[in-house]
């Protein structure tokens, strides 16, 4: 099917512990964007991608890596996770840059810190 | 420093009559503002977005208003169905909101409708 989808749906990890969270797209989206959505600050944007191999940070890029070695694929990874790091993350795409094609988000990634 | 800010946390209306989110910017470099749609458990999907150049957009029971000298939009629904009860982000853009060259959507905190039967 085509779309953007997000793995896992669900995440519990704990203090210190690596976890990547997955995002996949099929439409060939050059843009690629990792938010993530917490109560009183609405979407803030993590990192962000205009192509294969280009990576930016966004507002909140502390304690987050992210690589895009394929188009369509784009992981974002804690490296060492932290109670503050527990949100709900999306992903998301467009073709154009931002405003001018709309974003096309995944459903979530619901990541709990303990 | 918040760039687009939505005050209003929720909104009640009643079924069939119209709905009216408001949504304000301080950045004049904005040139594009868009409206997103949440339920809950789901990924934002978009609505509907007006250029800076505008200052009306309309896609069926949807019309965006903007009021560039207030820093100012607005999202109408009408008629407002129970169907539309969500959270609604409004969302803004403009070249090289980071980086210098990407552009970037910078969201509002968001107001959750709510449409009685």
């Known amino acids: 099917d085509a779309g953007i989808t997000q793995s896992p749906r669900y995440k519990i990890t704990e203090t210190g512990r690596q976890v990547t969270l997955m995002c996949h797209q099929t439409w060939s989206h050059s843009y690629m964007f990792w938010y993530r959505q917490d109560l009183g600050h609405g979407l803030r944007l993590i990192y962000y991608s205009a192509a294969a191999d280009i990576t930016d940070k966004g507002e909140v890029p502390d304690g987050y890596v992210v690589s895009r070695s394929k188009t369509e694929n784009f992981p974002l990874t804690l490296e060492s996770a932290t109670r503050s790091q527990t949100s709900v993350y999306f992903c998301?795409?467009?073709?154009?840059?931002?405003?001018?094609?709309?974003?096309?988000f995944g459903n979530g990634t619901r990541l709990t810190v303990t | 420093d918040q760039q687009v800010k939505q005050n209003s946390p929720s909104l009640s209306v009643q079924e069939g009559r119209i709905s009216i989110l408001n949504c304000d910017y301080t950045n004049s470099m904005f040139d594009y503002f868009l409206w997103y749609k949440k339920y809950p458990a789901e990924g934002p999907t978009f609505l509907i977005s007006?250029?800076?150049?505008?200052d009306k957009n309309e896609d069926g029971r949807f019309t965006v208003f903007l009021n560039k000298s207030a820093k100012h939009l607005s999202l109408h629904i009408v008629p407002s169905q129970p169907g539309d009860s969500a959270v609604y982000f409004c969302?803004?853009?403009?070249?090289?909101?980071?980086?210098?060259?990407?552009?970037?959507?910078?969201f509002g905190k968001g107001t959750k409708l709510s449409v009685k039967p």
């Open positions: 969302a803004a853009s403009s070249p090289g909101t980071y980086g210098g060259s990407q552009g970037n959507l910078i």
């Open positions: 998301a795409s467009s073709e154009l840059r931002t405003g001018t094609s709309p974003l096309h």
């Open positions: 007006i250029s800076s150049i505008k």
